[in-house]
């Protein structure tokens, strides 16, 4: 059964909102008549999609640049949301980056805040906002996860086991929620057209691989959302692969992982 299947003067509010699959779920939702909250740490580009929103769509936006990692950060929010009088009945939750490398190169300083983006924030900010939509019986939470979190990925380890949090949390509450009138969803995105690779280490990787556009991402995420699932795989190729890691055995599957992410030494590290 859908929830939230009427988003027009609504308020949602988007982690990541400065670009990526961020920017789209805001513009897609704006396109529904959705006022957003856009949190992101770059001010400026947020600025801009706010711009784009208002002049195709003429609804309202609220900014809030902020960085996810900060231990105060959730509640910052919250206080400013609730000081606008706003209710949330839409959250998702975007903001994430990923890491490729070997354990001897990795900052582990790194990690600690990709853990603290992907898994803390996210759940800080699902259970800040969802009682609200519990007691209003109205409300979705979609977060975002990945292919990634139905298997181990050698070399990313890290990533791969934030995003199977992300999943069998979100799957979770999804089965608390089956007698409101909120839903929670997790969306699993393959290979898609962002910066995630460059900012995750592995340069150039994204153009050797067949990829998703952001659109077509949230496209099919907000399709699922509005039938009320549990998670949704965003591709056919992708789904495929995700049913195939479940077949083969635990053993096979990391260990073909590493072909796909084990980093290029260097000259130096080679000598």
Avoid at 80 to 104: H, P, S, T, W
Avoid at 111 to 131: D, G, S, W
Wanted: glycine residues 8%; hydrophobic residues 45%.
């Amino acid at each position: 059964m859908p929830r939230l299947a009427d988003m027009n003067d609504r308020w949602g509010l988007v982690t990541g909102a400065s670009s990526g699959i961020g920017a789209e779920f805001a513009r897609q939702l704006a396109a529904r008549g959705m006022h957003l909250i856009l949190v992101a740490r770059r001010t400026e580009m947020m600025q801009g999609l706010a711009a784009e929103l208002d002049r195709l769509h003429g609804t309202k936006t609220e900014i809030l640049s902020v960085d996810l990692t900060a231990a105060d950060a959730v509640q910052l929010i919250a206080d400013k949301v609730a000081a606008a009088g706003i209710e949330v009945d839409l959250l998702v939750n975007c903001a994430g980056f990923g890491m490729v490398g070997e354990i001897l190169e990795t900052d582990f300083d790194r990690v600690r805040q990709m853990l603290r983006l992907n898994i803390e924030a996210l759940a800080a900010l699902t259970y800040q906002f969802l009682p609200g939509m519990i007691r209003r019986n109205l409300g979705a939470v979609v977060n975002v996860a990945s292919i990634a979190a139905f298997q181990p990925v050698a070399y990313m380890g890290a990533y791969a086991a934030s995003k199977a949090f992300v999943l069998h949390f979100t799957e979770a509450l999804h089965a608390e929620l089956s007698d409101t009138g909120v839903v929670a969803m997790a969306v699993c995105p393959g290979v898609t057209k962002t910066d995630f690779f460059d900012v995750a280490g592995a340069t150039g990787w994204l153009q050797k691989h067949s990829s998703q556009t952001p659109e077509e991402v949230v496209r099919q995420a907000l399709k699922a959302l509005d039938r009320g699932r549990q998670y949704v795989v965003t591709g056919w190729r992708n789904y495929l692969l995700t049913c195939l890691v479940r077949i083969a055995t635990r053993w096979r599957v990391v260990n073909e992982s590493k072909r796909f992410f084990r980093p290029r030494r260097s000259n130096k590290s080679k000598g």
